[in-house]
């Protein structure tokens, strides 16, 4: 049976379907709003979809999201039960570009009544747009992954972006793909304190 909470969700993506507020509906093939467990205490939000989830309409399916599936489930995550992932802007920019501010802010409406309906008391912010575009923060991912950040009543955590993950192949104590690691292990903790049935 159909949860409340996936009902609604069924009709955000509907009315995300529908939406032509921005150039971006231009090119898409489909939008990409979100996978994983609408009742999930864990959110993940990334930047932008990519061309691989632009053509399956999920985020997070391509080269990288297939590096942090690996890196969710190592640090002991289910990623079909503890998260929903979804990303700031649900159609792909063309070339893969950053979004623009404006794009950002006429996506915005969507983001926030998935959060509203998920409502996620944890939540990693994956890259710098994710970052500036919640949390108001510029400066760079570097400084400011691993910590939580308090807001909303929510804890946030930047953690680097998997497509940044991809450019480096070493696994060695403080390299970024560890450092990413070590931040979503330190989700899975939090997450425990949060839901003590995940232990």
Same mark, same amino acid.
């Given at each position: 049976?159909?949860?409340?909470?996936?009902?609604?969700?069924?009709?955000?993506?509907?009315?995300?379907?529908?939406?032509?507020?921005?150039?971006?509906?231009?090119?898409?093939?489909?939008?990409?709003?979100?996978?994983?467990?609408?009742?999930?205490?864990?959110?993940?939000?990334?930047?932008?979809?990519?061309?691989?989830? #632009?053509? $399956?309409?999920?985020?997070? /399916?391509?080269?990288?999201?297939? %590096? =942090?599936?690996?890196?969710?489930? !190592?640090? *002991?995550?289910?990623?079909?039960?503890?998260?929903?992932?979804?990303?700031?802007?649900?159609?792909?920019?063309?070339?893969?570009?950053?979004?623009?501010?404006?794009?950002?802010?006429?996506?915005?409406?969507?983001?926030?009544?998935?959060?509203?309906?998920?409502?996620?008391?944890?939540?990693?912010?994956?890259?710098?747009?994710?970052?500036?575009?919640?949390?108001?923060?510029?400066?760079?991912?570097?400084?400011?992954?691993?910590?939580?950040?308090?807001? #909303?009543? $929510?804890?946030?955590?930047? /953690?680097?972006?998997?497509?940044? %993950? =991809?450019?480096?192949?070493?696994? !060695?104590? *403080?390299?970024?793909?560890?450092?990413?690691?070590?931040?979503?292990?330190?989700?899975?903790?939090?997450?425990?304190?949060?839901?003590?049935?995940?232990?």
């Amino acid at each position: 049976m159909t949860s409340p909470i996936s009902a609604e969700l069924q009709a955000l993506e509907l009315c995300c379907a529908e939406c032509r507020h921005c150039g971006l509906a231009e090119k898409r093939q489909q939008v990409v709003v979100g996978r994983g467990n609408p009742e999930a205490r864990l959110m993940l939000i990334g930047e932008a979809p990519g061309a691989e989830e #632009d053509a $399956r309409g999920l985020p997070f /399916v391509g080269r990288s999201g297939q %590096l =942090l599936s690996g890196l969710i489930a !190592e640090a *002991g995550l289910d990623e079909e039960q503890d998260l929903y992932i979804c990303n700031v802007i649900k159609c792909r920019p063309p070339g893969n570009r950053k979004p623009t501010a404006q794009e950002i802010d006429q996506c915005r409406p969507w983001l926030e009544q998935q959060m509203t309906l998920i409502k996620p008391p944890l939540v990693l912010l994956a890259g710098a747009t994710a970052l500036r575009a919640l949390l108001g923060i510029r400066s760079g991912i570097s400084q400011r992954r691993g910590q939580w950040h308090d807001q #909303d009543q $929510r804890a946030f955590m930047p /953690v680097f972006h998997p497509s940044y %993950l =991809l450019r480096f192949r070493s696994r !060695e104590p *403080g390299s970024p793909q560890d450092l990413t690691l070590q931040d979503l292990k330190e989700a899975r903790r939090r997450l425990c304190r949060e839901r003590p049935s995940l232990r």
